[in-house]
């Protein structure tokens, strides 16, 4: 099968391993090489699933719950096993034999046949419990004479029978050198027809995970002319970079995902393409750009393939719960995590101590305790002094402290990494140099051509891996909670950072930077903590999905710089899937819930969609402007008539506070009408329901999933009427015949 390849251009030779080197390698290559090893030893226990393998293919792994095939060709299908139903959305080219693993060599794509007689079926164990795992070796589909020779490693886990995990090692056989150029993985090809003979192939909805462009869809329908990248890992063009490695498709009966499960975020993408055919083509591409040494071999990181019934919550949730028994740790969010925050913001980037404390009468009055300082109270990118021009002496200092007379918490905006370097501006602000990129240049990370690599808002970057960039950070955290009394911080265009070439490092790999950045926000998070247990860490990846190097280093997820109230939805339910059910996640300001574009990428927000954050679980925030500063800040101006709207809402969510309630996955996106949303709170459930359009209400039934057999009352809390009772029975969730415009929220009780 053709394949197009998008390039990165981050070699990654340190991949590189040797019979003979094996004990001197990087960390990363080592973990990598000893997955791809045979258990010493085997369970007790044995796995209960079961391996297969029949004479010239294909193998099949059964699990209690799904079956994945590796097929004559290479192709490892991956199938749902479900109410007696075998229902997959994989569906490989008529005749093919490209199979699902293959390389790049010189230019051109090299496949593999797989030996299914040499084949090895063990007993597997490890951080993922007890399995299977099957190794194949495979030769090149392709003249003879080319000295490369292919492993490939199936694991299945008893606790995970809904996925599979695929690596492969490639090694020079021969006695010249090898050329790798690409090495790539979990090719699928999708359709919709599988499951419905009626459908279009690409007639599925689609999660994907990549941080490319800031206000895209990361949960979107598949359209005929569907196409996306999705480059994980490094920053890409204009910053952005990270994201979580997975891509997802779904249809209403059965789901389909890759990506890789590493706790370091590999360089690589996981291109998404709708073919000249409609079906849906998805693999993962890794760039190696390296040459093998006769008798060296490259192992890949391990990739997944999983199935389930759902939408894009299953594969997050199930993603994520592998990784976190691989040791990407997971904290309990601060009890302050909780409350309701209130933005500097609205007053954009000239704000005053004044304005932010003026604030605090009403602020009071509304039940909001946080308030965040938010871009441009400093000088320079990298130092972090205040201006002297609106924040002089130690006012900042001051204001924290007229906050916490008031009994109420502070939060700062910063953005670890960026330094100025005397190059470049952001919005008004020209860049000037900095004292730490002046009196450290040995810190920063050089790009190829030796130039100061540039991260997002095209700042000069320091290199994370560098240990005393992660102890300046740690003076830069101290100084800013303990010496100036802010209980936490909010992050703030946050995605990757540049692969590092500065020689003055000494990396194994450019790479090196990329892995590292998580341990300045370990590093941040960690002493903040320290000094402030009830703190609240926020990272706001704005307008992208977050990324897996920072993600266990915070209190509170962001929905990040939602476009509209839809985004804001699928946002919280996203992290509530990826950092658990009753995770911390903040709707951002509830302004961003209604957009106009002005043009040139400007944006009118003046949204009042509490329903969204609250309904969903997630916290609300605001950043209205009080008193009324002038015209400039009208759409953001707290009005007499937006004041009672907002009492409303922030008085409902302090007494709900749903967000601290069990998020529950029982609603598939796309497919359930009208999108729905439940949680479990103090032995009440909780619903809520959004009309299809803005302009033109729902009217029909709702269904209540989720509620054990019995009788129960019906409210609808944001407004407070009485809606009756509806009655549960086994196997049958109940229906409620109603009619609502924008959205409706129930509170479902038992009698």
């Known amino acids: 099968m053709k394949r197009t390849a998008a390039r990165i251009d981050v070699p990654q030779s340190f991949r590189l391993i040797s019979a003979i080197t094996l004990l001197v390698l990087s960390a990363v290559v080592l973990s990598c090489s000893k997955r791809a090893e045979t258990p010493k030893r085997a369970p007790s226990t044995p796995s209960s699933i079961n391996v297969e393998v029949r004479d010239g293919g294909p193998i099949v792994v059964s699990t209690r719950t799904a079956e994945f095939q590796i097929l004559p060709s290479g192709f490892v299908q991956a199938t749902l096993l479900r109410d007696g139903k075998r229902l997959t959305l994989d569906e490989p080219g008529p005749g093919s034999t490209g199979g699902s693993d293959s390389i790049i060599h010189e230019g051109k794509e090299l496949d593999f046949i797989p030996d299914f007689g040499q084949a090895k079926i063990v007993e597997a164990t490890g951080k993922l419990g007890r399995g299977k795992r099957v190794e194949i070796p495979a030769k090149p589909l392709a003249a003879a004479g080319v000295p490369i020779e292919r492993?490939?490693?199936?694991?299945?886990?008893?606790?995970?029978?809904?996925?599979?995990?695929?690596?492969?090692?490639?090694?020079?056989?021969?006695?010249?050198?090898?050329?790798?150029?690409?090495?790539?993985?979990?090719?699928?090809?999708?359709?919709?027809?599988?499951?419905?003979?009626?459908?279009?192939?690409?007639?599925m909805w689609s999660f994907q995970g990549s941080s490319y462009d800031w206000g895209e869809n990361d949960v979107a329908k598949l359209k005929r002319t569907s196409a996306q990248p999705n480059t994980m890992g490094a920053n890409v063009k204009g910053g952005y970079g990270g994201g979580i490695p997975v891509v997802a498709f779904w249809t209403a009966s059965v789901g389909e995902a890759i990506g890789h499960l590493e706790t370091l975020p590999w360089t690589l993408s996981i291109p998404v393409k709708v073919d000249h055919d409609g079906f849906v083509n998805a693999q993962i591409e890794i760039p190696t750009d390296s040459v093998l040494k006769a008798g060296e071999s490259y192992s890949t990181p391990r990739s997944f393939v999983a199935v389930y019934s759902g939408d894009f919550y299953e594969p997050l949730r199930m993603w994520s719960s592998a990784l976190q028994k691989e040791g990407w740790e997971i904290p309990k969010p601060s009890n302050e995590a909780y409350n309701i925050s209130w933005c500097g913001w609205g007053y954009e980037f000239n704000v005053t101590p004044k304005q932010m404390v003026g604030t605090i009468p009403k602020l009071k009055e509304m039940g909001i305790k946080w308030a965040t300082l938010d871009d441009r109270w400093f000088d320079t990118y990298g130092d972090w002094n205040p201006r002297t021009d609106t924040f002089p002496g130690d006012s900042i200092k001051q204001m924290v402290d007229d906050f916490h007379k008031q009994g109420m918490l502070a939060q700062l905006w910063w953005l670890p990494l960026g330094v100025e370097d005397g190059q470049g501006k952001y919005e008004s602000h020209k860049y000037a140099m900095s004292k730490v990129a002046q009196e450290h240049p040995e810190w920063l990370i050089l790009d190829k051509n030796g130039k100061h690599a540039r991260m997002t808002r095209d700042l000069a970057t320091l290199c994370p891996a560098v240990p005393e960039v992660q102890a300046f950070y740690k003076q830069l955290t101290e100084k800013f909670i303990r010496d100036w009394g802010f209980d936490g911080s909010k992050l703030d265009n946050i995605y990757s950072v540049p692969a590092c070439y500065n020689p003055a490092h000494h990396h194994k790999s450019p790479q090196d930077s990329v892995n590292a950045m998580g341990d300045v926000y370990k590093v941040i998070f960690e002493t903040t903590r320290a000094i402030k247990p009830e703190s609240v860490t926020q990272a706001c990846p704005c307008g992208t999905p977050p990324s897996l190097a920072w993600l266990p280093f915070i209190d509170q997820a962001v929905t990040a710089d939602p476009v509209g109230a839809v985004q804001v939805r699928r946002r919280i339910k996203m992290y509530k899937a990826l950092l658990g059910p009753q995770s911390a996640v903040y709707g951002d300001h509830v302004e961003l819930s209604e957009m106009t574009p002005l043009g040139g990428g400007n944006w009118s927000e003046h949204g009042a969609d509490f329903a969204s954050t609250l309904g969903v679980g997630g916290v609300p925030g605001t950043k209205f402007v009080w008193p009324d500063p002038g015209p400039k800040f009208k759409p953001v101006a707290l009005t007499t008539e937006k004041e009672e709207h907002w009492k409303k809402w922030i008085a409902l969510y302090n007494e709900k506070m749903l967000s601290k309630g069990e998020f529950l996955d029982l609603y598939v996106y796309g497919y359930d009408v009208p999108e729905a949303y439940a949680i479990a709170k103090d032995g009440k459930m909780y619903y809520a329901f959004f009309a299809p359009s803005d302009t033109a209400p729902f009217k029909g039934e709702v269904e209540l999933r989720g509620l054990k057999p019995g009788t129960y009352s019906v409210l609808d809390y944001a407004d407070g009427k009485d809606l009756g009772t509806v009655q549960a029975q086994t196997g049958k969730a109940p229906r409620l015949t109603t009619e609502f415009p924008q959205h409706l929220l129930l509170e479902v009780t038992a009698k």
């Open 151 to 203: 492993v490939l490693v199936l694991e299945a886990y008893d606790d995970f029978p809904n996925l599979a995990l695929v690596s492969s090692t490639y090694k020079n056989a021969g006695t010249s050198d090898f050329k790798l150029d690409q090495v790539l993985m979990q090719e699928h090809r999708l359709s919709a027809k599988q499951v419905d003979p009626e459908a279009q192939p690409y007639d």
